[in-house]
């Protein structure tokens, strides 16, 4: 693991929610205070939609929208219109009800029909945002991070060859099970940041949580376990049902 990783049980998915919400809201302002802006990649799913929903809510007041810049974990190989775009969810729950400037968000065209020119393009909108030299990564302030039953996270699953990934920043990556590619940011990406914080909710996930915090299990078999921010915080923040079946705690 990397050296600064918290796991933070809390009782209820309200609960979860609103520790996620304050991170975002602590996270946001140290940034502006210390760097001038705040970058945070969003992640898909119902346990980041709740986040959103809170966030535009309770904290339209406390953040500098104007100095925060979204972007994108992963995404769908879908239009921005469909149901099952990640960027809609975020679009629906957050940012069409907050005062962020509309040049602030960058989504993934996953409306091209070429997945990996799609994964292309945003690597490129990163290269040109966060001002990179070959081989360099972006360094997100914050990364929120999800995980599927399977212990995926982002559109990393089990087996995949986006696993392998080392010097590219956004793929596009087949997922066999779903006859599909997913458009994602890659591990290099994702351990690069200053802060990555999981959100993980439900008792469908314990069993994968108990494998990546508690087991002996390959990275391969649990992408989850592949995040270790090399000089970052890692944070998991984790209900009393995803946490159900950890050893070490409650």
């Known amino acids: 693991m990397s050296a600064s990783v918290e796991i933070r049980p809390l009782t209820t998915p309200q609960e979860l929610f609103a520790a996620a919400a304050e991170e975002v809201v602590r996270a ?17 799913g119902s346990t980041p939609k709740n986040l959103f929903n809170l966030l535009a809510t309770n904290a339209r007041t406390v953040l500098p929208w104007d100095r925060m810049f979204f ?7 879908v239009p921005p219109t469909d149901p099952e775009s990640n960027y809609r969810m975020a ?9 962020v400037p509309p ?14 020119a799609a994964a292309a393009a945003y690597e490129k909108t990163l290269q040109k945002f966060f001002a990179l030299q070959p081989g360099q990564f ?8 999800g995980m599927g039953p399977d212990g995926h996270t982002a559109s990393l699953f089990p087996g995949t060859a986006g696993l392998q990934e080392k010097s590219r920043l956004v793929i596009a990556n087949w997922v066999e099970k779903f006859k599909t590619s997913r458009i994602t940011l890659t591990l290099p990406v994702l351990n690069a940041a200053r802060c990555v914080t999981f959100l ?47 050893s070490t705690r409650s």
Do not use: C, M
């Open 200 to 246: 993980v909710s439900g008792t469908d996930k314990a069993p994968a949580l108990h494998a990546v915090l508690d087991s002996d299990a390959p990275g391969e078999q649990y992408p989850s376990k592949l995040v270790r921010p090399t000089d970052g915080k890692l944070i998991w923040l984790v209900d009393r049902a995803a946490a159900s079946e950890l």
């Open 28 to 44: 946001a302002n140290d940034a502006v205070a210390e760097r001038g802006r705040f970058t945070i990649a969003l992640s898909g």
């Open 138 to 145: 972006p360094v997100f302030d914050l990364i929120l991070l």
């Open 71 to 77: 972007f994108f974990g992963d995404e769908r190989h």
């Open 103 to 116: 040049g602030n968000v960058f989504r993934i065209a996953a409306e091209n029909p070429d997945a990996a």
């Open 91 to 99: 679009d629906e729950s957050l940012l069409s009800k907050v005062p």
